[in-house]
Structure formats: C-alpha cells, structure tokens
C-alpha cells in the first residue's frame, strides 16, 4: 500500500481516497490537477492508481457487455463499482 508523504500538496491517502472519482473524471479541475501533481511525483499512487484504473475499467466493461442483465440490474451493478 502507498506511503504517507505529502506530494505536490496531497497526502497518498488523500489521492486513494479521491481515486475513484478521478478514474470517473468526476473531479474538479482544481482538484484533479492537485492528484496529476501528487501522481507525477509518487511512484506508489502512481502504481496503484493505474492498476485500480485498469480494474476498474475492465470491471465496467464485463458489466457492459453481460447480455443476459436487465437494464435495471445493469444499472445497479454498475452503481457498484467504484
Ligand atoms: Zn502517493
């Protein structure tokens, strides 16, 4: 798990925190470009948050392409996951 050192203004836990928002991009600009310079400058976040990004994604895909779900237990299924 990531170290907690400030970088570019954020603690680590700060960014995890915000992580999932990031990868939504349903982030702030100010707030965004805050967790690009912790990211830039944080090897640990740097892994994590790519590795999370890549389940993450991979994770809504499935659901995407499950043909036997309602669009209702899609929805839902997608509210899921972070
Ligand atoms: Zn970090």
């Given at each position: 798990?990531?170290?907690?050192?400030?970088?570019?203004?954020?603690?680590?836990f700060?960014?995890?925190?915000q992580?999932?928002d990031?990868?939504?991009?349903?982030l702030?600009?100010?707030?965004?470009?805050?967790?690009?310079?912790?990211?830039?400058?944080?090897?640990a976040?740097?892994?994590?948050?790519?590795?999370?990004g890549?389940?993450?994604?991979?994770?809504?895909?499935?659901?995407?392409?499950?043909e036997?779900?309602?669009?209702?237990?899609?929805?839902?299924?997608?509210?899921?996951?972070?």
């Amino acid at each position: 798990m990531a170290e907690n050192r400030s970088v570019g203004g954020l603690f680590c836990f700060e960014v995890l925190a915000q992580l999932s928002d990031y990868v939504d991009g349903e982030l702030a600009a100010e707030a965004k470009a805050k967790i690009d310079a912790h990211l830039s400058g944080c090897d640990a976040c740097t892994k994590f948050g790519g590795e999370f990004g890549a389940v993450v994604g991979a994770l809504r895909q499935k659901v995407r392409a499950e043909e036997g779900l309602s669009e209702a237990g899609r929805l839902r299924l997608l509210s899921k996951i972070p």
